[in-house]
Structures are given as structure tokens and as C-alpha cells.
């Protein structure tokens, strides 16, 4: 088939002008040709052209098209490829079956020196990436397609075969870039190639194949890496590129190949990878290594590795505060895949470095480590800090499961983490005016947060009810400063909101038959503890915020009756309407949220409580509002709701009018949290 087919059929298919049909019937025509016999030694032609740059310096872009199809093309050939005799028993060959294999032999192996040509050759510099890794690919399966398993030599020793026969010499390429470069893309990609279901393996060839490449791995990691890295260092100007990839090689290898901790160690290029953290190019093919080795650490014999990996961590950590301090932006890059990493590695290795705490001079090591991961968490940036989070809920589990009588040892970690959530979760000052995509994070991050907070308190009773109390005080405490001052702070309603945040996250623990903590907890929490000058501000609906979250810390039907009483005080007190509108609202959601039942006997209770200052309303008036608000027609209708309630309201507001001691006396049952059911609402 003449190449020129191949272009016009690419070109219909890529060209912006082309139909959909005509894009079809280019594709299903490209795909044809791949399959049929031609298509190796056509694709082959088109990539040993040699690659003539415009101007510009840069590759026409129908020329990379046509690269791009070659390359792809050959790899598709040979990943396809399906022996037509049996592999398994050599010996049991006809003298047909032989010759065939030698053919087929002889025929990949020319196959993959030629494509190894292009892959080295003079245009390789200009050749797209994706080009390349075809090619590697292609390459890749040859070898592992036809490398037998009694063979003495490793796939190392077929590429350098490949190497040492291929069509520009070493010399050429400068100080051995591009053939460097070759030799760690095809590298990179055998073991991965192992795994790759798109490759045409019988289940014991691949079998075979994974052995092979495990053979391997000792030789690629204690000398070719360290070789090439050393090539590397020495020309760094000139092969720059070589370095990300080196690592990307590395890590294929530290997951395919199952090598041993102490040759990862004695070829030094752990510690490599650890440095490169802190380049901004090559940071993250860094932390793929450090994380692949991570994950293979799964029993005492990888101990010492573990050992060394936290000691990187703990020494990479304090490089990062340290820049923190002085030129936060030139860490930026790489401070959440650092924080990924090192809680990933805090979470593998709990179950080790927990109970190595118990040897005294390693203890330290530990705590060191735990500092490190608390220093990521304190980071004032939410996507940095949630990324340890799990660390901290899979470690208070742990200890609290097996050594939680050496809980105390570990308090301080988990007490610092809670303050610092705390700190992390209060609204900023400027939080009306963020984006709203930046306030749905925010509100994200606080659930996220919630859910943290959960996770940590209730591994035990214990942890529980201490988690409780300490939310319950600061809440007190916030209340006790609001008393002693004339003014309460600016920040008074951020801090206090903060700690019922912390606390509704408990809810469904706090004990019903407490009578020294809670009932005082829902009385400040009440709507008529609020200062005033906030609720006749114009800020009140960032201060209700403080009553969103008391929704959840309500459980029994009486505290559901001070909620009402709540709302009518809130409706008839001298609230912004825009107050009053949510609170009608809220009343009107009673029946959807509690039923029809208990709503109206709330509501009956309430007007005919003596002890409540709406029983001093007409009895007439009471009676017409009980009807009327139980009517669908005024459930169902919000304007018409409004009036009835406000109407009421109007009553109750004259009759408390003038007679502040005797409102007083009902503050005391009343409104433990009318916005929260606000809230609810909205």
C-alpha cells in the first residue's frame, strides 16, 4: 500500500474541514491496515525517514500525525501477536514448529533493532514523546515476547545487545544522551508492559515474564541506574531530561521487580529521590519513587528501609518549615505531595513504627516523624492539611485498639492535632466576601473536618466523653467572657461557633441524663443569650451561623418544645424581618420535620403554658392562631403563614412590652436554638 494513502487517510481523519462520515470511514480505514501484513514494514518506512524541522525549528504537525500513527502501529503489531505453535514444550517441537519459530525469531529480533535505530537515531531529539514511548514499547514486548526463561541473560543484556549493535554509534550522540535516554524509556516500560492486559500473554507467560523481570531488577538498580545517574550528574546542563526520567524508571522497578531494602539502599538512589523533591521539575516522578517504596514495605524485613525512609521524611520536613519561614513560595510546588507522601507513609507504617516506639533509642525517630506529619497538618492551606488526615484517624485507632495504655505518650500529638482543626475550621474574618466556589470548599473542608473530629473521639468511651466535656467547657468559657465584658470581642460569635462545630459532631453521644452540663449548654446556646447589638446588626445572618449547627445536639421532644417557645420569642421580639422571615419558615417546617401530631401538640402546649409569656395573648387570639396556622391551605403557603404568625406576634409583642423581670424568668426554658432550626430551614 503506498504510504501516500496512509497520509491522505490521516489527513481526513485530523483535518477540522472533514465530515463525520469522512472521519469514520478514515478511521475504520486506518484501523484495516493495521491489521493486515503490510502495515509493520509501511509504519517502519515512514519512521526512518529522517525528521526535517521548518523554520521555526518545530516538526510540521502532519508529520508528527504520521510518527504518531507509525509508532502506534508497530506496537499495536507486536502486542497482538499470537504464536501459531506452542511454546511450552521446546523439546517436543516438529522440525516445521522449529523453523517457524526460528523465522519468527529472526524476524522480531531484526524488527526490534530497527525500531531500537529510530529510537537512538539521529531525529531521536526531535521525536515527540509519545512517539518514543511507542517505540520503547514496541521494543519492550519484543524482548519479553522472545526472551526465554532459560536463558542466562536479562533483559539488560538484550538491550545492551541492542546497544552495542545499533546503527549510530554512542560516540555520536554526545555524551551518551540519546542512547541514555533510550535505555531508560525501554526500561521503564518492560515491567509495566508485564502487567498490561493489552498485551497478548498466555497466563504462564506472563508468569515467566514477571519472573524474569524480578531476575532483573537487582542488576538495573545496583548498576545501570547508579551508571546512568552518575553520566547524568556529570553532564547535568545537557541532560537534564534524563533526570525525571531516571526516577520514572526507578519506581517502575521498585514495583515490578521486588527489590530488596538493601540494594535500594547501597545504590543511593533513594536518597536521590528524596533530593529531587525539592526541584520543581522532577519533584513529582520523586514522590512516585518514595511512595512505590513506601508501599512495598510490608514486613520486619523491610524494617530498616522504613528506618531510613522516616529519617528522609523528618529531614525533608524541616527543610520545608525552614523555607516555609523564609520563601514560602519557593516550596510551593511540592508541599501537598509532600504531605500526601508522608502521610502515606505514616499509615503503612503504623503497625511498625508504633510499636518501634517501644525501643528507647528509637522512640525518638518516631516522635520526630509524628511532629513532621503535625507540621503538614498545621500548614494554613486546606487542601495541604486534609491530605493527613486519614494518617491521624487510622493512628488514633490503632493506638486506642492495641496500646492504649500507652495512649498518654501519644495525647500531646492528638491534643495539638484537635487545636490546630479547631483553628483551621473558625470563619475568616473576609468569608462574606469570598467567591461562592471558595465558601463551598470551606464548607467542605468543615465537613471533612467533622467527620475527623468523629473519627478521633469515638474510638473509646473515654475518648468520647473526655472530647465532650472539652467542647462543652470552651463553649462556657466563651460565655463567661461574654458576661465579664461590656463589649463582647469582634471574634466572639467566630470562636464560640467554632466549638458547637466541633461538638455537633458528637451529638448522637451526649448524654440524655446529664443534668449539670447540657441543660446549661442549651440555655447560652438560646437565641436570648445573644449579645444584643448583634442580633440588631446588620452582620446577623453571619451570626446565626453560631446556631446552624445546634440542630444536631437536640434529641428530646422537650427540648424540642423550648425550641418552639424560642421561635416565638425570636418572632416577637424586635428581630429584622429578614430574621423573622426564616423564623417563619422554620415553624412552618415543624410539620414536615416532626409530623403533624407533634407539631400542633408542641404548639398547643406552648399557648397554653402558664409559665410562658404567650399565655398572656387573648385566649381568643390564641385559639384563632391555633386553627388557622394547623390549616394546609396555611402550612402549604408561606406569604399566608407570615401573616398569621406575625399577626400573632404583634400580641405577643405588646402584652411582654414594659415587663422585662417577668420575660426574664422564662429565658431560662426558652430558645436553646431558634436559628439553628433557622438554619434547618433555609
Not at 38 to 53: D, G, K, R
Not at 123 to 152: C, P
Not at 442 to 466: H, K, P
Not at 657 to 668: K, L, M, Q, R, V
Request: charged fraction near 20%; hydrophobic fraction near 45%; aromatic fraction near 8%.
Amino acid at each position: 500500500m503506498e504510504i501516500s494513502v496512509i497520509t491522505e487517510a490521516l489527513q481526513q481523519l485530523h483535518s477540522p474541514h472533514s465530515t463525520p462520515r469522512v472521519r469514520r470511514r478514515a478511521d475504520s480505514f486506518l484501523q484495516r491496515f493495521q491489521r493486515s501484513p503490510e502495515a509493520s514494514p509501511a509504519a517502519l518506512h515512514v519512521l526512518q525517514a529522517p525528521i526535517v524541522a521548518d523554520g521555526a525549528a518545530s516538526v510540521a504537525p502532519l508529520v508528527r500525525v504520521e510518527r504518531a500513527f507509525a509508532a502506534s502501529t508497530l506496537y499495536t503489531t507486536v502486542a497482538s501477536y499470537v504464536r501459531k505453535y506452542k511454546l511450552d514444550d521446546a523439546a517436543s517441537w516438529t522440525p516445521e514448529e522449529r523453523a517457524m519459530h526460528e523465522a519468527v525469531t529472526a524476524e522480531f529480533g531484526a524488527l526490534c533493532q530497527h525500531v531500537w535505530d529510530v529510537l537512538s537515531g539521529p531525529s531521536a531529539i526531535l521525536e515527540e514523546l509519545n512517539v518514543q514511548t511507542s517505540l520503547a514499547l514496541t521494543v519492550a514486548v519484543i524482548l519479553l515476547r522472545f526472551h526465554e526463561q532459560h536463558s542466562e541473560s536479562t533483559f539488560v543484556s538484550a538491550v545492551e545487545w541492542l546497544v552495542t549493535n545499533q546503527k549510530r554509534p554512542v560516540s555520536e550522540s554526545g555524551p551518551c544522551d540519546v542512547t541514555n535516554f533510550a535505555i531508560l524509556l525501554t526500561l521503564k516500560v518492560i515491567p509495566e508492559e508485564v502487567e498490561n492486559k493489552r498485551v497478548k500473554f498466555t497466563k504462564a507467560k506472563r508468569l515467566e515474564c514477571e519472573l524474569l523481570v524480578q531476575r532483573a531488577a537487582p542488576h538495573v538498580v545496583q548498576q545501570v541506574l547508579p551508571s546512568i545517574a552518575a553520566t547524568i550528574d556529570a553532564h547535568e546542563e545537557s541532560q537534564g531530561r534524563l533526570r525525571g526520567l531516571l526516577l520514572q524508571c526507578l519506581a517502575s522497578w521498585v514495583e515490578f521487580g521486588n527489590v530488596s531494602s538493601s540494594l535500594l539502599l547501597e545504590s543511593g538512589l533513594l536518597s536521590r529521590a528524596f533530593r529531587e523533591t525539592m526541584v520543581p521539575p522532577f519533584s513529582e516522578d520523586a514522590f512516585a519513587v518514595i511512595r512505590e517504596v513506601v508501599r512495598v514495605c510490608k514486613s520486619d524485613a523491610h524494617v530498616p528501609l522504613m528506618t531510613v525512609v522516616m529519617k528522609e521524611f523528618v529531614n525533608l520536613g524541616r527543610h520545608v518549615r525552614e523555607m516555609l519561614a523564609t520563601a514560602p513560595q519557593n516550596v510551593a510546588f511540592c508541599i501537598k505531595n509532600c504531605a500526601t507522601a508522608i502521610s502515606e507513609c505514616g499509615q503503612a507504617f503504623i503497625t511498625y513504627f508504633v510499636d518501634y516506639a517501644l525501643d528507647p533509642e528509637s522512640r525518638n525517630l518516631v516522635f520526630e516523624l509524628l511532629e513532621t506529619i503535625l507540621s503538614f497538618t498545621a500548614i494554613n492551606d486546606m487542601e495541604t492539611s486534609n491530605e493527613t488526615m486519614d494518617f491521624w484517624v487510622d493512628f488514633r485507632a490503632y493506638i486506642s485498639g492495641k496500646h492504649e495504655d500507652r495512649m498518654q505518650e501519644f495525647e500531646v500529638f492528638i491534643s495539638r492535632l484537635l487545636n490546630i482543626l479547631v483553628e483551621r475550621t473558625v470563619f475568616p474574618d473576609d468569608f462574606e466576601a469570598l467567591s461562592a466556589v471558595a465558601k463551598d470548599q470551606f464548607g467542605v473542608y468543615r465537613n471533612d473536618v467533622r467527620a475527623v473530629f468523629r473519627s478521633l473521639a469515638t474510638v473509646s468511651v473515654a475518648s468520647e466523653d473526655r472530647f465532650i466535656v472539652d467542647a462543652i467547657h470552651a463553649i462556657f468559657h466563651q460565655y463567661d467572657l461574654l458576661d465579664k465584658e461590656a463589649q463582647p470581642p469582634s471574634d466572639w460569635w467566630r470562636k464560640t461557633e467554632v466549638y458547637v462545630h466541633a461538638l455537633s459532631a458528637l451529638s448522637k453521644s451526649l448524654r440524655e441524663e446529664d443534668t449539670t452540663l447540657v441543660p446549661r449548654l442549651f440555655e447560652l446556646l438560646s437565641l436570648q443569650r445573644m449579645p444584643q447589638e448583634m442580633l440588631q446588626s446588620n452582620e446577623l445572618i453571619g451570626k446565626v451561623r453560631l446556631h446552624h449547627l445546634i440542630q444536631t445536639l437536640f434529641f428530646e421532644k422537650d427540648v424540642q418544645y423550648h425550641i418552639v417557645v424560642a421561635l416565638f420569642h425570636a418572632a416577637g421580639g424586635a428581630m429584622p424581618p429578614t430574621l423573622s422571615e426564616q423564623v417563619a419558615e422554620v415553624l412552618r417546617s415543624f410539620w414536615s420535620s416532626y409530623g403533624r401530631i407533634r407539631s400542633e401538640e408542641l404548639i398547643m402546649r406552648l399557648l397554653s403554658d402558664e409559665a410562658v409569656m404567650a399565655t398572656h395573648v387573648p385566649p381568643r387570639t390564641r385559639a384563632d392562631f391555633a386553627a388557622t396556622i394547623s390549616k394546609n391551605d396555611c402550612i402549604d403557603n408561606p406569604r399566608k403563614f407570615r401573616r398569621v404568625l406575625t399577626s400573632f406576634c404583634d400580641h405577643f409583642r405588646k402584652c411582654v412590652s414594659g415587663t422585662p423581670n417577668h420575660n426574664a424568668g422564662a429565658s431560662t426554658t426558652t430558645a436553646a436554638a431558634a436559628a439553628a432550626i433557622a438554619g434547618h430551614a433555609m
